[in-house]
């Protein structure tokens, strides 16, 4: 894989833009829509950087996906936030026998969870 070439557009913003008609319009969105004649408007596709540099307009760099895909793989490269956690928002450290995964792959600390489940039924009304 070639070096990245960074934009020297606006070096304020995280994603390099390009003023246009009045409007502001991603730099690597651009070059995406030109080479592979996609509607830049359309939101249902975005620009994915393979070298995870945001700056980086290198065509061969950049590969059209969906929100998902560009999701997944921020999570599978140990980008996303939520992935590189090791404990819960308290502290308890995520570990097989303590954490629930549910259907949609959100952690959840059963330590925390059963708290919470004690408090609510504490509360709760009883006939």
């Known amino acids: 894989m070639s070096d990245c070439i960074l934009s020297k557009l606006t070096p304020s913003l995280r ?3 390009v ?31 393979t070298c995870d540099n945001s700056r980086c307009i290198n065509e061969e760099h950049l590969q059209v996906g969906t929100s998902a895909l560009n999701v997944q793989d921020c999570v599978n ?12 928002y308290k502290g308890h450290k995520y570990l097989p026998d303590n954490v629930y995964i549910t259907k949609s792959n959100k952690r959840i600390c ?18």
């Open 110 to 127: 059963l330590i925390c969870q059963r708290a919470h489940n004690r408090k609510y039924n504490e509360k709760r009304v009883r006939f």
């Open 15 to 17: 994603y390099p833009a």
């Open 19 to 49: 003023w246009f008609k009045g409007r502001n319009y991603c730099e690597h969105r651009l070059l995406l829509a030109r080479k592979f004649k996609l509607d830049y408007f359309d939101k249902s596709w975005k620009a994915m950087h």
């Open 77 to 88: 490269k140990g980008r996303h936030w939520e992935a590189s956690r090791d404990a819960c």
